[in-house]
């Protein structure tokens, strides 16, 4: 089955600073690939996402990046501000949806 | 804006009762999902459900759970004998349109089971 890897576990920034969060998935039949923003006690909220047919989307201050042939994809936010704090899951999705571990991104004033 | 309500949004269960947790999808989507997070861990998948069956579970999914849309706007999971290992909070979703390919998955606020 698929399995995603994301990498920081962490991550902590200064506010207006760019944050990058990488995903490598191992399923080549993996064709959408959705980033979710979880808050503390909330469930996850669908942020960005981007198909396979797609290198790149972008809205506002947060992209997202494939690369099928490497099987990784990557979220870029920039002017990153205190309220991006929160907990930054990548899934991919075939037939079912695997997730990643979790970036906590923290965004220091 | 539309979205997915759970009840409840904490249950409390001794080990080896059963549980139901409640999902009312958004109301025109027509694909429904269960996932779990077990504390501090990612999310899971569970199942997925369309048309009155399951379309894919999980390894997970075994045969203590089970999955019913019991009438047109709720979604159940319902755990029969519930082990200490089942404590995590479980996410309903749903989407318009899937589950191949998939497409957008919107998640409710979660009912964290937590069993003694």
């Known amino acids: 089955g698929e399995n995603v890897e994301q990498h920081p576990s962490t991550l902590s920034v200064q506010e207006g600073d760019s944050a990058v969060i990488k995903c490598t998935y191992s399923?080549?039949?993996?064709?959408?690939f959705p980033w979710y923003k979880q808050e503390l006690g909330k469930g996850p909220q669908l942020i960005i996402d981007?198909?396979?047919?797609?290198g790149e989307k972008k809205d506002q201050r947060i992209a997202v990046t494939l690369n099928k042939t490497a099987k990784h994809f990557s979220l870029h936010i920039t002017e990153t501000q205190p309220e991006d704090s929160a907990v930054y899951f990548c899934?991919?999705?075939?037939?079912?949806?695997?997730f990643g571990a979790g970036t906590r991104l923290t965004v220091k004033p | 804006e539309p979205e997915v309500t759970q009840t409840p949004s904490h249950q409390v269960t001794q080990m080896g009762q059963e549980v139901i947790l409640r999902c009312v999808p958004i109301s025109n989507h027509l694909y429904f999902y269960w996932y779990r997070q077990i504390l501090g861990q990612k999310v899971e998948f569970l199942v997925s459900f369309y048309n009155n069956e399951i379309s894919e579970k999980s390894e997970i999914f075994d045969d203590q759970f089970s999955v019913e849309r019991p009438d047109g706007s709720n979604f159940t999971l319902k755990i029969r004998s519930t082990k200490l290992e089942d404590s995590a909070m479980y996410f309903c979703?749903?989407?318009?349109?899937?589950?191949?390919?998939?497409?957008?998955?919107?998640f409710g606020p979660g009912t964290r089971l937590t069993v003694t």
């Open positions: 399923d080549s039949a993996s064709n959408y």
């Open positions: 899934a991919a999705s075939g037939d079912d949806m695997r």
């Open positions: 981007i198909r396979s047919n797609v």
């Open positions: 979703a749903s989407s318009a349109f899937g589950p191949k390919p998939a497409y957008e998955q919107y």
